[in-house]
């Protein structure tokens, strides 16, 4: 799994050896699973944090047909990556193997992603490994479709 990750002062990523299921938008803490982002004001961020900030927000345009909640906040993001070239790799899974967007969906996040001036390439690699669950949701994921645990 993934080791534990300090963020500074300055923005960063927070890597939890576990998933963290939670949002929190008052404090600018987002989560998409296995990572959190923290946000901050634009002119504090680095260049990497700013367009890591402007892929989410294009991330939560693409949604499971079946679902109405973007793949972002259901969790369906387990990794992403950016380079200071640009270049953008994101690892993501669907809520189940034989789900009917298998083919679509990763192209899909892959050219949106590719829309943002400041991104020079990017992979989307499917993994389903951890499975996905519903523990992956944010809490306004569980909200939106009424999931109480």
């Not at 296995?34 to 890591?52: F, G, P, Q, S």
């Not at 189940?96 to 679509?104: F, G, T, Y």
């Not at 996040?109 to 992979?123: D, G, L």
């Not at 993994?127 to 479709?145: G, H, I, N, T």
Request: some cysteine.
């Amino acid at each position: 799994m993934y080791q534990q990750k300090q963020v500074n002062k300055n923005g960063g990523i927070v890597i939890p050896d576990k998933p963290a299921p939670d949002l929190i938008r008052g404090s600018g803490i987002y989560n998409c699973g296995c990572r959190i982002e923290v946000r901050h004001d634009e002119e504090d961020m680095d260049n990497n944090t700013a367009l890591k900030n402007k892929i989410i927000t294009v991330l939560k345009t693409c949604y499971d047909p079946e679902i109405p909640v973007d793949i972002y906040e259901l969790g369906l993001i387990y990794n992403l990556e950016v380079q200071e070239n640009g270049a953008v790799e994101i690892q993501m899974t669907l809520t189940s193997p034989m789900c009917p967007v298998a083919e679509s969906l990763p192209p899909e996040v892959e050219s949106k992603v590719k829309t943002i001036p400041e991104v020079t390439a990017c992979r989307v690699e499917t993994v389903w490994d951890p499975p996905w669950s519903k523990d992956r949701m944010s809490e306004a994921a569980k909200l939106q479709l009424n999931i109480f645990d």
